[in-house]
């Protein structure tokens, strides 16, 4: 079963149980997918809805930030909801041990040697490690490895 017809069941369970938040954010979800469907006149596969649910997590990421530092503990506990629930449907994030161990396969794969090979090992690590990372937290990763 695709991430798609995922949400969508999930979707239709939300609507008989009654649970509106998840229900709502669900179809944010789908709304944001349909979206980049649209623009870019393509169906998309799992790894580009991983890129559109990591993109929603980021932003709520960004709008909890602001909320605290605005002192609206309200408006930042429904982004928390919120982000937990989509959160639920990017796979499982994985440890710093392991990214240096991707990040090592892929300096070995591509001969990277220094600084100016990272946009050649990340755009390897990109597609290796989508939704299950932090590319920016990677890009560091792979900066420390360049330069040490």
């Known amino acids: 079963m695709t991430l798609k017809q ?7 369970a939300a ?3 009654g649970d509106k938040t998840r229900l709502g954010v669900i179809r944010l979800v789908n709304a944001a997918i349909k979206q980049k469907e649209v623009d870019e006149r393509v169906e998309l596969d799992d790894p580009a809805v991983l890129a559109v649910l990591e993109k929603m997590v980021k932003q709520r990421r960004d709008s909890i930030s602001q909320f605290d530092a605005a002192g609206r503990a309200d408006l930042s506990a429904i982004e928390h909801t919120e982000m937990a629930i989509i959160e639920h449907y990017l796979p499982a994030k994985l440890g ?3 990214i240096l161990d ?11 040697s220094g600084p100016a090979d990272m ?25 420390q490895r360049l330069a040490g």
């Not at 995922?6 to 239709?12: H, I, P």
């Not at 991707?102 to 990277?112: L, R, Y």
């Open 96 to 98: 710093e041990a392991a």
């Open 6 to 12: 995922t949400l969508t069941e999930d979707m239709k």
């Open 15 to 17: 609507m008989k149980s």
């Open 119 to 143: 946009g050649k090992l990340m755009a390897v690590l990109k597609p290796r490690l989508a939704g299950q990372a932090d590319m920016g937290e990677v890009s560091k990763l792979v900066k």
């Open 102 to 112: 991707a990040i090592d396969a892929a300096v070995a794969e591509t001969g990277a």
